[in-house]
């Protein structure tokens, strides 16, 4: 599976933008999809996913800010950001999960890990 992240960019605090992550070669349809992020200087932390059954899974730092929604139709997750703050700042990725049998919030249990997009909240 190809993953394409796109839909980053600069933000006011305050700010929201939606992300994309489009999926070819195979549909994504029955696997759980996470997003993640790095901020320069830091390890790749988790941010949200969702299951096939549509069960969604946030890192509180995003909890009522954050959703992410997924269109099968169009093979693609969307992650969708709200009330940014400078904190969010960092080049998100998202993925595909191929271990574990339930939600995992660890990077090492996905794979097919797209370029990433860069999202940059301003003060």
């Known amino acids: 599976v190809q993953l394409q992240a796109s839909g980053g960019g600069l933000v006011q605090a305050g700010g929201s933008l939606r992300l994309s992550c489009a999926a070819s070669?195979?549909?994504?349809?029955?696997?759980?999809m996470g997003w993640f992020r790095q901020a320069p200087g830091k390890e790749r932390e988790f941010v949200a996913a969702i299951t096939w059954r549509n069960s969604v899974h946030y890192a509180d730092f995003v909890k009522g800010r954050f959703t992410i929604p997924r269109d099968n139709a169009k093979n693609t997750v969307y992650l969708q950001m709200s009330s940014l703050k400078p904190e969010d700042t960092a080049v998100y990725f998202c993925?595909?999960?191929?271990?574990?049998?339930?939600?995992?919030?660890?990077?090492?249990?996905?794979?097919?890990w797209g370029q990433g997009t860069l999202v940059t909240v301003s003060q």
């Open positions: 070669g195979r549909t994504i349809s029955s696997y759980t």
């Open positions: 993925a595909r999960q191929t271990r574990g049998q339930l939600l995992e919030i660890t990077p090492k249990s996905y794979d097919d």
